[in-house]
């Protein structure tokens, strides 16, 4: 189980084809192949256009895609929705990526007015990250699956992601990437990664680089499946670790005090217990996931230094944190934020990494007057 699964329940930010070739028999299969991906293209353009195509999954195939390690990402999908119109100037196109084990199913509650982003002023893109489950995953890839999946950075999920905005929805530039959690890292990376492609930036409880606590928690999250009978070498034919998964996120997502304010004895006894058949998120794709957050490090192209790293981006920031957030500490992102000279919001509930919840309204009014700026 991802340690932000919890955020799923009380997140309020949340063929019959005719055949081608029968028509066109004498076309060649390279001349075929063309006019195929001309369609394909055709279709996305269309979609950006009309309202009725928005909120339905999509996915984009970007085939064989090169990692930052140099191995190569077999058959790669990346799977995206939209709400909204594009406006005539495509100004107003917002792009946020999941958080960690998150899917833009649920990352959709975070879409409509009021709520963190208006579908109604902006055309909102939400993509799924790499090994999430939805795009190419441990758990759903057919020619690398399980651990034969490649270690994955945050920096390929960026990548991905610009590859699917920029060639399958013809998108080169975007009003603002806005991200929570592992979405809030992506972000980070976004704004280092491709500097002119957005206006603004808004990482929300995320991190450019995780800190020394960060990286043991995430190391946790992967021992605890490892160690786990039945692990088999990712092999596995129940999920493992499913109780210790559940038990990790109730302890690092909000403080204790909060915890035992919003929570009784019974409620969390009946709660370990249920955890026990619940669904919960594939384990080999939270392993490549946690992976990639503890190596996070948005210097690492520039020797390691966040001066030159902050000097490189363009984009606008609005950098958002919570006090009291124990799994993705704040202080690497209150730093980079001095180092940006960008205004900050400071989260001051108990809630830990769930204030932008506890906060929504906020958080909401925040981002909406940033982005009028």
């Not at 019959?16 to 195929?36: C, E, H, N, V």
């Not at 190419?136 to 057919?142: C, E, F, K, Q």
Request: glycine content about 6%; overall charge negative; some cysteine.
């Amino acid at each position: 189980m991802s340690l932000f699964l919890r955020r799923i329940a009380i997140h309020s930010f949340r063929s019959g084809k005719p055949s081608i070739s029968a028509t066109f028999s004498a076309t060649s299969q390279k001349d075929m192949k063309s006019l195929r991906c001309g369609f394909i293209f055709l279709a996305a353009v269309l979609c950006l256009a009309v309202s009725t195509c928005a909120q339905e999954q999509k996915f984009a195939d970007l085939g064989d895609f090169k990692l930052v390690s140099g191995e190569v990402l077999r058959d790669c999908r990346i799977g995206y929705r939209t709400f909204g119109k594009m406006n005539a100037d495509r100004s107003n196109i917002v792009v946020l990526p999941t958080w960690a084990g998150g899917t833009t199913e649920q990352l959709k509650s975070n879409v409509g007015p009021g709520k963190l982003i208006s579908d109604a002023d902006y055309f909102v893109v939400l993509m799924d990250a790499l090994s999430n489950g939805v795009s190419s995953s441990p758990s759903n890839s057919t020619a690398q699956p399980h651990m034969k999946f490649p270690k994955i950075a945050v920096r390929d999920m960026v990548n991905a992601e610009h590859e699917m905005l920029t060639k399958t929805l013809g998108i080169q530039h975007v009003n603002a990437v806005i991200g929570i959690s592992m979405g809030g890292m992506q972000t980070f990376q976004w704004m280092v990664s491709y500097p002119d492609f957005m206006d603004k930036a808004i990482p929300i409880v995320g991190s450019p680089h995780v800190a020394p606590y960060d990286i043991v928690v995430w190391r946790i999250n992967i021992d605890s499946i490892e160690n786990s009978v039945g692990w088999d070498n990712g092999d596995y034919t129940q999920n493992p670790a499913q109780l210790v998964h559940f038990e990790i996120g109730e302890l690092i997502l909000q403080t204790p005090a909060q915890y035992n304010q919003t929570h009784t004895r019974e409620q969390v006894l009946q709660a370990l217990k249920k955890s026990e058949t619940d669904k919960a998120n594939d384990a080999n794709n939270t392993i490549r996931q946690s992976e990639a957050m503890m190596t996070l490090d948005v210097s690492d192209v520039f020797g390691g230094s966040m001066e030159k790293t902050a000097a490189a981006v363009k984009a606008k920031v609005l950098v958002v944190v919570a006090r009291q957030d124990h799994t993705v500490t704040p202080q690497p992102a209150r730093n980079f934020a001095e180092l940006l000279h960008a205004p900050m919001l400071e989260l001051e509930s108990s809630c830990g990494q769930l204030s932008p919840d506890c906060e929504s309204a906020k958080v909401a009014a925040a981002v909406a007057d940033f982005l009028q700026k």
